[in-house]
């Protein structure tokens, strides 16, 4: 018996998420955090007009991450959304969106006017076709190569109403959320959306493995097939959700969702049971509400809306120390 309690005592432990760094810099509140591909890094975009590349476990004696770029240029107002590859970043704000070399900081290109309306979100899967989704209902996918005309290559105007999340799944097809209340996946080579109305209107979306994430106005986080046939779970009670856009994100065990709730910094369920897993606290500098989120399986960084960002691991050997 103590053997076996001896056990499961080390195993939570090490499972369990601790605040370890912050991230230092931005002026202002961030709006958007997205961790590049290959998980290393982590993409931060913010009410200052930059977008700022970090590498979230490298930490100084201050405990602060390590900046390895600030992206300055072609933002007019706050940057609310960006996406990367291993050359190319691509960002938006307001109506502009801005695709910049990650190597040598510079523009290659600025294209403003096609949306009437605020750019939610963005998505680059390769150098050739990227993708924006925005306040003015439609989603409009572009070919890099073709851009001195600025005009897209198609535009995706079923949803009725703001475009708030579009994710890339695969090498042709893409998931898209709505404050319409659905879920829809385009397959582009085959011309086929498919849709899921879950009932409420969608602020944050989330793809994992096998499973689509919506976080929704009403304070219930609902996991979809991804057929978009079926809700199969839901998680709620935990966090707070009202008049902030709460970001949710998905790694392969958990939901991790940010909560308007003072004091607390993320709420993570168990995405199997829907029950609480962990909750994210740090008395020191937390505060609430938390308006951006990004998750990995042993890395979460969170952003409130007073300018706080801070990393958080459950592997404290993943840290290296400058």
């Known amino acids: 018996g103590f053997h076996m309690d001896a056990t499961s005592t080390t195993f939570s432990s090490q499972s369990s998420f601790q605040q370890v760094g912050k991230l230092t810099g931005h002026d202002g509140p961030i709006e958007t955090i997205r961790f590049t591909d290959d998980v290393k890094y982590c993409l931060t975009g913010g009410h200052d007009r930059t977008v700022r590349l970090w590498n979230p476990l490298r930490l100084d004696s201050q405990d602060e991450a390590l900046l390895m770029h600030s992206y300055h240029d072609g933002h007019m107002y706050g940057v609310t959304c960006v996406s990367s590859n291993d050359t190319t970043l691509l960002s938006a704000s307001g109506k502009t969106l801005v695709m910049t070399d990650m190597i040598n900081a510079k523009i290659k290109t600025r294209i403003t006017g096609s949306h009437l309306g605020r750019i939610n979100d963005v998505g680059l899967r390769n150098d050739v076709v990227f993708l924006s989704a925005s306040y003015d ?109 709460v970001a949710c994100d998905v790694t392969s065990r958990f939901v991790v969702t940010g909560t308007e709730e003072s004091g607390i910094d993320a709420i993570m369920y168990n995405l199997v049971t829907g029950k609480v897993y962990d909750t994210l606290e740090d008395e020191k500098l937390s505060v609430g509400p938390t308006c951006s989120i990004a998750a990995q399986e042993d890395c979460i960084v969170t952003s409130s809306y007073r300018g706080k960002t801070l990393v958080w691991t459950n592997d404290l050997s993943k840290i290296i120390r400058d």
């Open 137 to 245: 209902g439609t989603v409009k996918l572009w070919d890099a190569r073709q851009l001195q005309r600025y005009t897209p290559i198609q535009s995706c105007d079923e949803a009725k109403d703001s475009v708030t999340a579009v994710i890339l799944d695969g090498e042709h097809s893409f998931y898209t959320s709505s404050i319409d209340g659905n879920i829809r996946f385009y397959d582009i080579r085959q011309g086929r959306i498919s849709c899921g109305d879950v009932g409420s209107p969608i602020v944050s979306l989330a793809v994992a493995e096998d499973c689509v994430i919506a976080s929704c106005i009403d304070g219930t986080i609902r996991l979809v097939e991804k057929d978009l046939n079926d809700i199969l779970n839901t998680f709620n009670g935990a966090h707070a959700i009202s008049e902030y856009a």
